[in-house]
């Protein structure tokens, strides 16, 4: 089992680790004597793949040959391409640059070991290095398109990860048919001197049929799209066994004013709130309650073993892969309106300045009384303050609109004060496509994140970090959300970057300093590319024990509580609270949480990736359809080779290539993030405006090719003079 190994290599990786025997480790890690066999098992792969020795008195010892390092390789588009170092209690080493023709047959995902060849004498300068062995590879399995040649069947891998076709054996194999989508299974990887070989495991269907697509990246990403029948079978008795009028040992919220407010097309619904003002002291008392899925899963059920496997549902378009069966996740657990259901709440005191005094946790039975989407809202809200009452389509209770009004008013409260302790908002808006009556995608939007999303951010980022504060001080180990500071050198890249766009900044390293820079922006034409640009020279977030802090926050402690429908890390947290709550005692165990936290930071990761991946194939086959199309874009990036722009009606990015710039010769301003030409001193700089025509959509590799339109390469558009 793949956490088995990730728990000893944690353990082996520590400096204060001295050798132990097999079962003495087992011991030191809690592993289960039912789970021991499987435990020695991966002990004995660890050594048998060179990440783990036997000592002569039978003791395990970590193995790293001397002047290597081990990591995952990333490979970029050139052929070569970064290794980023495991880290090791806490400290991250610097990436390591593998040259084309270095890297063996990895391919990016893939665990590695790197032969160090030459260390840097600069520190902005990455050391080179060399693989000399594939731990563990990422994926075996791969989609891609069939097709025949001379009496063989190969496939052309989706995406760029390979440059050759891959051979896969006798034409027709599982009844393949030319242009269908397939999944492989990889034999032997290709490297510089071999095309690589694999074999057919499954047929999607004809490539453009529709479904394909989504089915395309399930299988690309390994997305876990069916639920094993133990699963299931738990699910319907938990069900079944479900009875509305069961509070008992439960605070009963069934009478109060509780709404929740979620996306219009919400499949599941796992955080609600209530609200109300104290007339005398002016305190709110503010109710964040959550779902509580942990009554229906409980640790080592089927249902826990598979949510722990999958680690957080996954959202695509048109189609959701939940954590748990929709009979749980869209069902019991679900906080539908006009149902009873179970809840663990977060009962928080705050003065009228938005300082929290106080918080209370309790299992709760609740009864929504309203639904609202986001747009509603928003609706409700404008309509208000244009008018003095909401609009009379939205028929709400007096109840219900002072509930709403005032969780407007606390809501900007927490925020200000949230923004003066010097948290960072990037905005990175979230892109929504749009379908016809086919299912056909007709177009795309930016998500608002508007008033009415910022209020139910700033109730859930409250209720996170009053949990963290909880946990934090009973001293007991729970999964925490960290964000670590930044490397001061990317921040100092940054501020160099902001400063060639025109805005001043003083100090790099002044979260404060930062913050105005994106307000700054937030209006301009450039504002994606600096918004994006901060976003790269920080570290992602991800959930370890660790406690690191979470820096866009500016929170010292920081837990995600709200979403245990969706996310593993939260079922953990609210299995502590609930123990809490029962015995007065909780526990957790470091080093497991460090193994589930890479874990469910992986899975994490994974999901983000294919929606993104999904997204953008969707697009490009809309516009494959539209060549020549015409769009205003914003240069989001610039290369010696070209720049890259982004469409503002449709939130894809194409590269005009410098080529196409047959008005002048242009060279690249490293400087400056600029192509200029030579004669004409035309420039074109990152967050310019340009315009462009939509000229080549390649599906297969997922490249988009833009022209600059004619009339703006002749100086009659937005073009930028220096």
């Given at each position: ?11 082996l990786?520590?400096r204060?680790?001295?050798?132990l025997?097999p079962?003495?480790?087992?011991r030191?890690?809690g ?19 060179g ?6 008195n ?7 040959p001397?002047g ?7 490979k ?6 970064y290794?980023r170092p ?14 084309e023709?270095?890297?063996?047959d990895a391919?990016t995902?893939?665990?590695v070991l790197?032969?160090?060849l030459?260390?840097?004498t600069?520190p902005?300068?990455?050391?080179t290095g060399?693989i000399?062995?594939v ?5 075996r399995q ?8 001379d009496g063989q069947g190969f496939?052309?891998?989706?995406g ?5 076709s891959?051979?896969?054996g ?11 989508k ?14 690589g070989e ?6 999607l269907?004809?490539?453009g049929q ?6 395309s990246?399930i299988?690309?990403?390994?997305l ?6 133990d ?5 319907r008795a ?12 439960r605070?009963?919220f ?5 709404i ?11 955080d ?17 309650h ?22 957080n549902?996954?959202?695509?378009p048109?189609?959701?892969?939940p ?6 996740s869209n069902?019991?657990?679900s ?37 609202f989407t ?8 404008a309509?208000?303050?244009a ?8 028929r709400l ?8 009004l005032?969780?407007?008013?606390l809501?900007?409260?927490l ?15 979230e892109?929504?496509l749009e ?9 795309a939007h ?7 999303h910022?209020?139910?951010?700033e ?18 180990p ?7 500071a ?30 105005r820079?994106?307000?700054q ?16 020279s ?6 370890s ?10 929170s ?6 709200t979403s ?5 890390p ?11 709550l ?8 470091e ?17 983000d ?5 999904l ?18 874009a ?13 469409a ?5 990015e194409?590269?005009?290539h410098i ?16 192509l200029i030409?030579?004669r004409?001193r ?17 599906l297969?590799?997922?490249q988009?090719?833009f022209?600059?339109c004619d ?5 009659k ?6």
């Amino acid at each position: 089992m793949a956490e088995w190994e990730t728990l000893i290599l944690a353990e082996l990786s520590k400096r204060s680790y001295q050798p132990l025997k097999p079962k003495a480790l087992a011991r030191k890690l809690g592993v289960p004597a039912a789970d021991y066999a499987e435990f020695r098992g991966a002990i004995k792969r660890l050594v048998r793949e060179g990440r783990a020795e036997m000592g002569k008195n039978h003791t395990v010892r970590p193995r790293q040959p001397h002047g290597t390092v081990a990591g995952i390789f990333r490979k970029v588009g050139s052929g070569a391409g970064y290794v980023r170092p495991h880290v090791i209690e806490g400290t991250a080493p610097p990436e390591i640059f593998i040259r084309e023709g270095h890297c063996l047959d990895a391919v990016t995902g893939d665990e590695v070991l790197v032969r160090i060849l030459r260390q840097p004498t600069r520190p902005d300068v990455c050391p080179t290095g060399e693989i000399i062995r594939v731990l563990e590879r990422a994926t075996r399995q791969f989609v891609g398109t069939y097709f025949e040649r001379d009496g063989q069947g190969f496939v052309r891998v989706d995406g760029t990860v390979f440059s050759h076709s891959i051979f896969v054996g006798d034409p027709g194999a599982k009844g393949a048919r030319p242009d269908d989508k397939v999944v492989f299974e990889m034999l032997r990887f290709p490297t510089p001197e071999d095309r690589g070989e694999g074999v057919i495991t499954e047929v999607l269907g004809p490539r453009g049929q529709p479904g394909v697509d989504t089915l395309s990246i399930i299988r690309a990403f390994d997305l876990p799209d069916e639920f094993p029948e133990d699963a299931l079978e738990e699910a319907r008795a938990a069900a079944e066994g479900f009875r509305e009028n069961d509070v008992h040992g439960r605070e009963d919220f069934t009478g109060e004013t509780i709404i929740t407010i979620d996306p219009a097309d919400a499949r599941d619904f796992d955080d609600a709130v209530s609200l109300v003002r104290d007339s005398r002291s002016k305190h709110w008392l503010l109710g964040v309650h959550i779902a509580d899925v942990a009554h229906f899963a409980p640790p080592g059920s089927a249902l826990d073993r598979e949510a722990r496997k999958r680690g957080n549902s996954v959202y695509l378009p048109q189609r959701v892969l939940p954590m748990f069966p929709e009979l749980i996740s869209n069902g019991v657990a679900s906080l539908q309106q006009g149902r009873v259901r179970y809840v663990l709440s977060a009962l928080m005191d705050f003065t009228a300045a938005g300082q929290r005094t106080g918080v209370r946790f309790v299992e709760g039975a609740i009864r929504v009384r309203r639904r609202f989407t986001y747009d509603e809202v928003s609706a409700i809200f404008a309509h208000y303050d244009a008018h003095g009452e909401p609009p009379p389509a939205a028929r709400l209770e007096p109840d219900v609109l002072t509930l709403l009004l005032h969780m407007r008013e606390l809501g900007l409260v927490l925020r200000q004060r949230r923004l003066k302790r010097g948290a960072l908002e990037l905005n990175m808006p979230e892109t929504e496509l749009e379908f016809d009556d086919q299912g056909q995608v007709c177009g795309a939007h930016f998500v608002k994140h508007d008033i009415s999303h910022q209020i139910i951010e700033e109730f859930m980022l409250a209720a996170n970090e009053a949990v963290a504060e909880h946990l934090a001080e009973l001293d007991v180990p729970f999964l925490r959300r960290v964000h670590p500071a930044p490397e001061p050198n990317k921040l100092k890249a940054f501020a160099e970057f902001a400063r060639i766009l025109g805005y001043k900044i003083e100090r790099e390293t002044d979260r404060f300093c930062l913050q105005r820079i994106l307000n700054q922006s937030a209006d301009q034409p450039e504002a994606h590319a600096v918004h994006y640009a901060l976003l790269r020279s920080l570290k992602q977030a991800a959930y370890s024990p660790i406690a690191e802090g979470h820096y866009a926050l500016a929170s010292e402690h920081y837990c995600h509580f709200t979403s245990p429908i969706r996310r593993y890390p939260d079922l953990t947290i609210h299995r502590l609270l609930k123990r809490w709550l029962r015995t007065g005692r909780a526990r957790g165990d470091e080093t497991e949480l460090i193994a589930l936290g890479e874990h469910c930071s992986k899975t994490e990761r994974r999901a983000d990736l294919a929606e993104r991946e999904l997204i953008k194939l969707k697009l490009l086959t809309f516009l494959s359809t539209r060549i020549g199309l015409e769009l205003e874009a914003i240069v989001t990036g610039v290369a010696d080779y070209g720049f890259f722009a982004e469409a503002e009606e449709w939130p894809v990015e194409g590269l005009v290539h410098i080529s196409t710039l047959n008005d002048d010769y242009y060279y690249f301003d490293e400087a400056s993030h600029s192509l200029i030409g030579r004669r004409t001193r035309r420039r074109y700089r990152l967050g310019d405006k340009v315009r462009v025509n939509v000229v080549r959509v390649d599906l297969q590799r997922r490249q988009l090719d833009f022209r600059v339109c004619d009339d703006q390469r002749r100086g009659k558009g937005r073009g930028r003079h220096s």
